[in-house]
Antibody, heavy 126, light 107 residues
């Protein structure tokens, strides 16, 4: 069974940093396509970042240059390092999996999400 | 960036009735469109991908249609567990973008 468990959220001052972690079970993060999606309180969903199995990374313009997505194969986790945090980064951060597919020896991300964690709350406030 | 616009923002429907939700893209998303359901306090769950393919375990009362810029999610006969917020998401281009959501509430 696929399971994703986020951790690392909390209260941080504007300009501060935080590192979120997503522990995966039931699959291998290095073989699939991992994403972070956030949801501000009472608002809709916003895609934040993706990490492809081949190492490519993608970011929303709103976080580019401030956030970094990475993985630890040994721990089967994905992380989101968040620097220069702003009040508008306040949100529930979800880890989401894209299982992708392979054909003719090449693998691709679907770029939609079949499994989600329960989220970790990040609050940026002084 | 492809902007996704969902309508209506809120849909009031009686149990057993049909619900039709709309999602419009600011430019072509092809058939690269997914629908998610989110209940209060829960993570989203994928219902539909590739505009019209039901995800594993999703009941047949959920159906998706459309292509390019206009998409529709239809719930043929609303059950009590279907009252939730629904989001569309395009994955034709980066950045991946979601619509603002449609809340389906009990009439």
């Amino acid at each position: 069974e696929v399971q994703l468990v986020e951790s690392g959220g909390g209260l941080v001052q504007p300009g501060g940093s935080l590192r979120l972690s997503c522990a995966a079970s039931g699959f291998t993060v290095s073989s699939d396509y991992m994403n972070w999606v956030r949801q501000a309180p009472g608002k809709g969903l916003e895609w934040v970042s993706a990490l492809y199995s081949d190492g490519r990374t993608f970011y929303a313009d709103s976080v580019k240059g401030r956030f970094t997505i990475s993985r630890d194969k040994a721990k089967n986790t994905v992380s989101l390092q968040m620097n220069s945090l702003r009040p508008e980064d306040t949100a529930l951060y979800y880890c989401a999996r894209d299982k992708g597919y392979c054909g003719n020896g090449v693998c691709y991300g679907y770029n939609w999400f079949d499994s989600w964690g329960q989220g970790t709350l990040v609050t940026v406030s002084s | 960036e492809i902007v996704m616009t969902q309508s209506p923002a809120t849909l009031s429907v009686s149990p057993g009735e049909r619900a039709t939700l709309s999602c419009r893209a600011s430019q072509s998303a092809g058939s690269f469109l997914a629908w998610y359901q989110q209940k209060p306090g829960q993570a989203p769950r994928v219902l539909i991908y590739s505009a019209s393919t039901r995800a594993t375990g999703i009941p047949a009362r959920f159906s998706g249609s459309g292509s390019e810029t206009d998409f529709t999610l239809t719930i043929s006969s609303l059950q009590s567990e279907d009252f939730a917020v629904y989001y569309c998401q395009q994955y034709n281009d980066w950045p991946l973008t979601f619509g603002g959501g449609t809340k389906v509430e009990i009439k």
